[in-house]
């Protein structure tokens, strides 16, 4: 199946792994971004086995982080990613994408 990111995923991952550059250490920053790589194909692979949260959004945990990818099933070939958020921000942040 077809990964395809919304632009602002880009956006969400950038202030994710600057965070984790400016907080933490450079390493867990490049290990988030492994971390969403793998999850990103195991969406891919089977998205119909992640919960459906709202009218076709479903959702994917971290498995290391608290961070959670939203994404839909658009066709029966494809599914966008269309953000990458921290569990504690404000539940609507991305729907509106």
Do not use: W
Not at 36 to 49: H, N
Not at 80 to 87: R, S
């Amino acid at each position: 199946m077809i990964v395809r990111l919304h632009p602002q995923v880009d956006n969400d991952l950038l202030d994710a792994m600057e965070y984790y550059e400016r907080e933490a250490v450079a390493d867990l920053a490049l290990e988030f971004y492994q971390e969403f790589r793998r999850c990103a194909e195991v969406v891919g692979q089977r998205p119909t086995s992640f919960p459906e949260i709202d009218d076709g959004i479903r959702r994917m945990n971290f498995h290391r982080f608290s961070f959670h990818i939203l994404f839909e099933i658009i066709d029966p070939e494809t599914v966008e990613i269309f953000a990458v958020k921290h569990d504690g921000r404000d539940p609507d942040f991305g729907l509106d994408r």
